[in-house]
């Protein structure tokens, strides 16, 4: 039976963009890639959603994650989809 397919949206609206989330697509991308080779992800981009103020965001399997920082986004990962530390 194949793994469930998670879906990890990266909130590319303008006051995320600039506060680093262009950087969380390539860690993500990166971590996705090197680890975890039976896990099923699509990793795309989004619009604003809406919470700008707490941002950068992202969304994983519909659930927002707020305040998202560099350093951080590894654990992120690990707790909500269970991935593997690099």
Known sequence: MP?????????????CFSRGNKDIVK?????VAKQNPGVRITLRGTRCTG????GPNIVINGKIIEGV?????EEILSRELGIKRI
């Not at 793994?3 to 006051?15: H, N």
């Not at 860690?27 to 971590?31: A, G, H, K």
């Not at 920082?69 to 986004?73: L, Q, R, V």
């Open 3 to 15: 793994a469930e397919k998670t879906v990890i949206e990266i909130c590319l609206g303008s006051s």
């Open 51 to 54: 919470h700008c103020s707490n």
């Open 27 to 31: 860690i993500v991308q990166d971590i």
């Open 69 to 73: 920082s560099i350093s951080d986004i």
